[in-house]
């Protein structure tokens, strides 16, 4: 950490290799950045920096970030408090920069299309820069009022622990960003092509099952190719109302710790952020990954939950979907985005195979998708 004055200071802790600061990040230019976007003088009167990695999750993180808490001095003299997100890798951590670079661009592109939209409870980017020749890359976005649910405890695999009201107020959101995307569909296709299209997942598999090379550096035995091969056919084999799921922006990480809540004119709101793994897909694929969230919830209530996402998406969308079918489809989706996982680890371990990460998450999903499939199946 460069020892200058207004630089970012990063508490210690035994994750600090996992993140790097830029050295022209300091408070002079984040309050220039954000009198640009506001068109008025603004200075930042304070600044602390969280280091959001390893050490806070218990696991060695790889895509590292740090979190400003701003309070902010406007023209007219009023105050604000911000909390911004800065992306970035560390400087020396290959792993990092090269595994990552692609999802970080593509942060930093579904950030800046939802900041152009105007629509309330997404981040404002007041600042990107990616630079591909020197592998930098840092994105800063307002998630105000705080990071995180207030006052909500998170239990083991992000799972939500709090009322039913509150998680209303969620499953609304998650319907008003996926029917707003819905209408908006023809134009995130041409900024993100074949990023939704399922129909290469399966020729994908296959060839990592034919890559003998790459399998030995997985570790693969043959019975775990041979359940590879079966998924893949599996897949190309699923049902034709499978396909007639909808494709929408979906965050596919909705998560206590990516979500703010505010109160906005009396109303409570959500603030959407974390958009790292961002992607056209089933709209059931980021409900069913909310529903798996609240799985100890009493089935009353989820089924509320339920009801009232199809409710506030047909409010939005202007079109109704069947609950049977929709229900029909959800491990579809949870399937086919676990098979996506498969396909992009091991793009991941062709640009860097030594790194263990991909080879683990490889061999857990193909034992995962069996289990999927198995579900699919009594659907």
């Keep these: 950490m460069h020892e200058e004055m207004n630089s970012i200071k990063v508490p210690p802790s035994n994750d600090d290799a996992f993140v790097y600061v830029p050295r022209g990040l300091n408070q002079q230019y984040l309050g220039a950045i954000m009198s640009r976007a506001l068109a008025q003088e603004v200075s930042v009167s304070q600044c602390s920096a969280i280091n959001l990695c390893a050490g806070n999750f218990g696991a060695v993180s790889n895509s590292g970030a740090t979190v400003l808490r ?9 105050t604000q408090d911000v909390v911004a997100k800065i992306l970035s890798p ?4 290959l792993f990092k920069i090269d595994h990552r670079f692609d999802a970080r661009a593509a942060e930093i592109q579904w950030a800046s299309w939802w900041g152009r939209q105007g629509v309330p409870f997404v981040p404002k980017v007041y600042d990107t820069r990616a ?19 207030p006052d909500v405890p998170v239990s083991g695999l992000k799972a939500f622990v709090t009322s039913t009201e509150r998680l209303a107020v ?42 003998s ?19 893949a056919e599996a897949f190309r084999r699923r049902p034709r109302w499978v396909d007639d799921w909808n494709y929408v922006c979906v965050t596919n990480d909705l998560a206590p710790d990516n979500f703010a ?13 974390d958009w790292g793994t961002t992607c056209l897909a089933p709209m059931e694929q980021d409900v069913e990954l ?3 969230r609240i799985r100890e919830m009493d089935p009353k209530e989820r089924e509320h939950l339920l009801q009232v996402y199809l409710g506030a998406y047909a409010d939005q969308a202007g079109c109704r979907i069947d609950r049977e079918a929709f229900i029909a489809r959800l491990p579809w989706a949870r399937l086919l985005h676990h098979l996506r996982l498969i396909a992009g680890n091991a793009v991941s371990l062709r640009w860097i195979p030594h790194q263990t990460r991909s080879r683990e998450a490889i061999r857990h999903f193909i034992a995962y998708c069996g289990e999927l499939l198995e579900s699919c199946d009594r659907a």
């Design 70 to 78: 701003l309070s902010l001095k406007l023209s007219n003299g009023d």
């Design 90 to 93: 560390a400087e020396l951590n």
């Design 131 to 149: 630079n591909r020749v020197a592998r930098e890359f840092w994105v800063i976005q307002e998630y105000f009022p705080q990071v995180g649910w």
């Design 170 to 211: 969620l499953f609304r959101h998650a319907a008003d960003l996926h029917a707003y995307s819905t209408r908006h569909i023809e134009e995130l296709k041409a900024l993100f092509p074949d990023n939704c299209s399922p129909a290469t997942i399966a020729d994908s598999l296959d060839a990592l099952g034919s890559d």
């Design 213 to 231: 090379s790459l399998c030995k550096i997985i570790g693969l035995t043959e019975a775990e190719r041979g359940r590879l091969k079966a998924l």
């Design 261 to 273: 809540l505010r109160s906005f004119h009396g109303k409570t709101e959500c603030v959407t952020f």
């Design 290 to 292: 909310l529903l798996w």
